[in-house]
């Protein structure tokens, strides 16, 4: 049986909404060096800010209780909500035994009242199997369409596994374009502060023609600390055809209003005739407010300001005359147009789970992961550079005396001998392939010319450095080839790889189809004798 409950909140007030009184953590192994960090949901259904504050009087308890060593810490123990928003509180778990701990932790909102939420947490030993059950009961995909609905996700849910720190793990999921109108969609991966540092999608917007696709890449960004995520990312969609006729709309309002405030109307009561019209004086009279006539100003005198003039003179008419009336009659107030209303967008939402460990945990198993080393081996520019110096004879005998030791046993050992021989038989790899061109006569000659000369210039430099010491010149840097080539080749076949989706879902390319050789045409007795 569903159960539905709502509240009816005041506008302009904050209101936490508690969905249940109890969270469970996810299991944690016992003396674990870097549990990962768990996060309490606090949703704000208010239409203002909400500040919380977490009481840690139960967990400095039970840190008590265990000796001091914290079992159960909250590391943000304070914050605020914005409206219709998420908060989300982490917490650290670090279990000392195999046992279930169960803390009251109370959240006290400013302002308002303290909610007490029982917290869960278990403790495992290395290959114990968790009695909590992971994962959701909703499925991952949209099964019926709803009447509005302007586009589908090929998933509605993407579970990341478990991926080392300072890792970029990347899933791509489809969305469709299911109406009969060009749309644009938006992500928003805002929805959480947490949420916008390590979710990132590309690409961010774009336009669908109808019964189109595309492919959207989802990446779980670079962690410094093991933690466990549940976030929830949304995908906005407008009509464009109806977008354009709001900003059409929204446009003649717009000359509607400005049209209304430069243009005016006079409206002139009906003059009439001199025979209607009492010319005698009898019928009016000053009131008290009647003020002299002031003279006119000279001729060569400025005009006075209008704000200058004498006040508007009243007068009362003792017969009831159409044109002598002492009301005012009331010019009639213009109607305002209404404002349009804007079309509501379509929302999709998008589930992000997964787990970041610790990268000792994968003991150098890092093949099936994208490591940025730029991220981690940061260049030490704090290291002096050495400065060379020339051998003394004690070392050159001892270095030479090694090296020949080496040389000696490598041609006696049999092994040796066996893995040469067996260099043949090896299949050529695939680096072998790529031959330098064959050097001509002239290229071979200007080659040992080069050689000899730098031979010469050997042989000068160690007559001029005998009995001085070597001028100090900087040690050559380690090559940083690789490093800086892996995050192009990265690029480039990931791009190539989406490019192959997307034609793939465009039914431009058929992946299942057989293979199928082409047979060039043979050549023509004229291209033969050539």
Request: aromatic letters at 6%; charged letters at 20%.
């Amino acid at each position: 049986m569903l159960q539905l409950r709502g509240v009816t909140v005041k506008s302009g007030l904050a209101y936490p909404q508690i969905a249940h009184k109890s969270h469970t953590l996810q299991p944690v192994i016992i003396g674990s060096n870097c549990p990962p960090i768990q996060y309490y949901e606090l949703y704000n259904g208010g239409d203002s800010q909400m500040g919380y504050e977490v009481m840690d009087e139960s967990l400095a308890q039970l840190t008590h209780e265990n000796y001091g060593c914290e079992i159960m810490k909250c590391l943000q123990p304070t914050g605020r909500v914005q409206p219709h928003s998420i908060a989300q509180i982490p917490f650290l778990f670090s279990p000392l035994e195999a046992k279930t701990y169960a803390v009251k932790v109370p959240i006290m909102i400013v302002g308002g009242d303290t909610y007490t939420i029982t917290i869960f947490g278990e403790g495992i030993t290395p290959g114990q199997h968790s009695t909590v059950q992971k994962g959701s009961v909703i499925p991952d995909k949209q099964a019926v369409l709803l009447d509005n609905q302007l586009a589908v996700l090929s998933n509605e849910a993407i579970d990341f596994g478990v991926v080392p720190t300072f890792s970029v793990s990347k899933k791509i999921v489809f969305i469709t374009n299911t109406s009969k109108e060009h749309i644009t969609f938006r992500w928003n991966t805002n929805t959480t502060p947490l949420c916008g540092e390590v979710i990132s999608v590309s690409p961010n917007s774009g336009t669908l023609a109808p019964s189109a696709s595309t492919t959207i890449e989802v990446s779980l960004l670079p962690s410094s600390y093991p933690a466990i995520f549940d976030l929830d990312i949304i995908c906005e969609l407008t009509d464009n055809s109806k977008e354009a006729a709001y900003v059409e709309t929204l446009a003649q309002y717009a000359n509607t209003l400005e049209e209304h405030r430069i243009t005016f109307t006079i409206k002139e009561a009906k003059p009439q005739t001199p025979d209607k019209i009492d010319k005698s004086r009898d019928n009016w009279a000053a009131t008290e407010t009647l003020n002299k006539y002031h003279a006119l100003p000279p001729i060569r005198a400025l005009a006075p300001s209008p704000l200058d003039r004498p006040e508007t003179r009243e007068y009362c008419c003792t017969k009831n005359t159409k044109h002598c009336s002492t009301k005012k009659r009331e010019s009639p107030k213009k109607e305002q147009p209404s404002p349009p209303v804007p079309e509501q967008p379509f929302y999709l939402h998008l589930r992000i789970t997964g787990q970041v460990a610790d990268i000792k945990l994968f003991s150098g198993d890092l093949g099936g992961f994208d490591v940025p080393t730029a991220g981690i081996i940061e260049p030490d520019t704090e290291t002096e550079l050495e400065i060379p110096r020339v051998a003394s004879t004690t070392e050159v005998s001892t270095i030479s005396n090694v090296l020949s030791f080496v040389l000696k046993s490598l041609l006696d050992d049999v092994d040796v001998h066996t893995a040469i021989r067996n260099l043949s038989k090896e299949p050529i790899p695939f680096f072998a392939q790529i031959t330098r061109p064959q050097a001509t006569e002239l290229d071979v000659i200007e080659e040992e010319r080069s050689v000899e000369e730098t031979t010469e210039e050997l042989a000068e430099a160690e007559q001029s450095a005998e009995g001085r010491l070597a001028e100090p010149s900087p040690v050559p840097a380690s090559s940083s080839f690789d490093v800086k080539l892996s995050p192009l080749i990265t690029e480039i076949l990931g791009e190539t790889v989406a490019n192959i989706i997307q034609e793939t879902v465009q039914k431009e390319l058929v992946l299942t189809a057989r293979s199928r050789t082409i047979a060039l045409p043979p050549r023509s007795p004229h291209h033969i004798q050539m």
